[in-house]
């Protein structure tokens, strides 16, 4: 063997996890949010769990990454550790394919059709059909997939590297001896541990197993044990995602490695119990790389099948193994809110800023609406409620800004780039919703402090706008969550009644300052109480808009704005009409106004109706403003 061939095999090797990497990256950004709708499905069912572990594997080609989902997720507080016990034992059914697909290479046949399912053979084809993909489509989704086509023919590449360059191994006396140190199980356990702790890839350790088999010099006895470390090798990555976390999510590499080694010890018994005192004669013979693939699912599955009964005790193990105090759960709460783990599947990340998102919408809205209230029933312990959760919503804000902005650099479908997009946009939004609600609870601690109280007229006419506001704040959460088009739509009408409405309250208070029916020393506190409630309709404005422009890939808002409201849009228009005629003022009419009005009164009933003509050219200009 000349040094050319090490080159090969090294370069072989590096061509395989490069190939491995490609398409676990590209298959998990193809799974995008599904992940996120995955893993929410876990039950206390073990066996819908171990089946969600082993689908979600086979999706990304990955364990170890599952893993480091596991622990970010844990981490952030999203899943609780005892959940996650089934998904690793169903990652370690999952991560058995690679060797299967691999095992293929072994086909030998002079039937055209079975020895196209030789991956070596069919590879350069599929490589073919990723570069056209790459090329010659337009939509991204279809780049990925010849992506992952291109990924997979660089891996077999690889494999066929590696297999090519250690054929002269055979006749080489040193490696001969060197397979004598691999026929001593303990020492065939540590290289398969160690020689996959540093690729830190199970799938490419078993890959060169099945590789150095095609020699015909690997036997039973040497390859199981490889195998067996491999498995215990895998769990490095996972180990060291868990440095700086919490120790709820140190149990889970730990619980990843526990399963591992009690597998190991099961099987490495019953290896020696089978070769050293029955003398078992097939420990002697050649293994080849189908067989490998064949251990390497027995191991696992097997592994899974004898724990599978125990996973309650062993996550009460791992629980007093790594011990949780009071303070670090609560340290924990303050200092995490999303974890970086999450940015290594965007799609899943995506998803849990989205959930955050979510949870500021209904702080803001139960912010203002509980702010509101304050007026009509005073409590200091609800303003100090108020205030804690406009806290809250700062440091959400703060949090998810600077989260999103480094998971917007990452690569990713433009569905999920659309919804950080929209989420961008909208916590600053909900954010001030929050602020605004801090300013009314200092009016309505001002107007406790002072005994101060609206008047009959202007609390009538508050209580319509405050309906008002509680379902244009409705259907800003209702539209966000659901991320509901139709109902985005609803909030542009409605903001434009409240803002007529605040504009009619704020006149009416004028008239009422000048016939002495109202307090000066009130004006203020309504002029705020008003704009407050205005620049609130605003934010659920810029929301729903958003929510809108997303659909469209688009976030040009003002001259959306200005063809929904001077397009004379006939939807618009009658969306506004319906919430206008809901959201009518009281009719309120003063002492020097009464007697005008009795008279037109009477003439109304002697010419036959002249009311209801007025009452129509009132609708008919209201109908014009919007269009206008």
């Known amino acids: 063997m000349s040094i050319y061939n090490l080159f090969a095999l090294v370069g072989g090797l590096a061509f395989f996890l490069f190939g491995m990497n490609v398409m676990s990256n590209y298959l998990e950004k193809m799974a995008g949010g599904r992940l996120e709708g995955i893993l929410k499905k876990l039950t206390a069912n073990p066996l819908e769990s171990l089946a969600l572990g082993a689908i979600i594997t086979i999706a990304i080609q990955s364990s170890s990454a599952l893993t480091v989902m596991l622990v970010g997720l844990v981490n952030s507080g999203i899943m609780e550790f005892a959940s996650t016990v089934n998904v ?71 494999m066929t590297l590696m297999s090519d360059s250690v054929a002269p191994l055979a006749e080489m006396p040193q490696f001969q001896n060197l397979l004598i140190a691999f026929d001593n199980p303990i020492i065939g356990v540590l290289i398969g541990t160690a020689f996959t702790g540093v690729i830190q890839a199970s799938a490419a350790s078993i890959g060169v197993l099945q590789a150095l088999s095609l020699t015909g010099k690997i036997s039973f006895g040497m390859a199981i044990p490889i195998v067996m470390g491999a498995n215990i090798g895998t769990c490095v990555t996972a180990i060291l995602s868990s440095i700086g976390v919490s120790k709820k999510a140190k149990r889970v590499p ?31 013979h050649v293994i080849n790389s189908f067989q490998i693939a064949v251990f390497h699912s027995i191991f696992n599955v097997g592994t899974i099948v004898i724990l599978l009964p125990f996973s309650k005790k062993l996550v009460k193990f791992v629980e007093r193994m790594v011990k949780v105090d009071e303070n670090d759960e609560l340290d924990m709460k303050k200092s995490t809110l999303l974890d970086e783990r999450l940015l290594l599947s965007p799609g899943l990340a995506v998803g849990q800023c989205r959930e955050k998102t979510i949870d500021m919408a209904r702080l803001a809205r139960e912010s203002f609406t509980n702010a509101l209230k304050m007026f009509e029933h005073f409590d200091q312990d609800e303003i100090e409620r108020i205030i804690k959760m406009e806290q809250e919503l700062d440091y959400l804000e703060d949090e998810l800004d600077t989260y999103l902005v480094r998971l917007s650099a990452k690569d990713m479908t433009e569905s999920d780039s659309d919804q950080i997009n929209e989420m961008l946009h ?203």
């Not at 597998?263 to 020696?272: A, C, S």
């Open 88 to 158: 690793i034992m169903g990652s370690d059914i999952g991560t058995t394919l690679t060797a299967w697909i691999l095992s293929l290479n072994g086909i030998s046949s002079d039937n055209i059709f079975v020895s196209m399912l030789k991956p070596q053979n069919f590879a350069p084809i599929v490589a073919i059909i990723g570069v056209f993909m790459i090329m010659g489509c337009k939509e991204q989704k279809k780049k990925d997939i010849g992506t992952i086509f291109c990924g997979f023919a660089v891996l077999m590449y690889g």
């Open 254 to 284: 730990a619980l990843h490695v526990l399963i591992k080694i009690l597998g190991t010890i099961i099987w490495l018994v019953l290896y020696i119990v089978l070769r050293y005192i029955v003398r078992l004669p097939l420990f002697g």
């Open 426 to 628: 909208s916590i600053n939004d909900f954010e001030r919703i929050g602020d605004h609600a801090i300013n009314m609870t200092k009016l309505a601690t001002q107007m406790h402090e002072q005994k101060l109280q609206f008047s009959d007229h202007a609390r009538s006419e508050l209580a319509v706008l405050t309906e008002a506001l509680n379902e244009i704040l409705d259907l800003t959460l209702d539209a966000f969550e659901k991320d509901d088009q139709e109902k985005a739509k609803l909030i542009e009408p409605l903001e434009e009644v409240i803002d007529d409405l605040t504009k009619e309250i704020k006149n009416r208070h004028i008239d009422r300052l000048r016939t002495g029916e109202c307090r000066v020393e009130l004006g203020i506190i309504l002029t705020d109480y008003i704009t407050n409630c205005e620049r609130v309709s605003d934010h659920c404005s810029n929301v729903g808009v958003c929510i809108i422009q997303t659909k469209n890939s688009s976030f040009e808002t003002h001259g959306y704005l200005n063809e929904v409201k001077y397009g004379g849009e006939s939807e618009f228009v009658d969306e506004f009409d319906i919430f206008q005629d809901k959201y009518r003022l009281p009719e309120v009419v003063n002492s020097k106004k009464k007697k005008l009005k009795k008279s037109k009164d009477k003439g109304g009933k002697e010419k036959g109706g002249k009311d209801a003509k007025a009452i129509k050219e009132k609708d008919l200009k209201a109908a014009g403003k919007a269009k206008a």
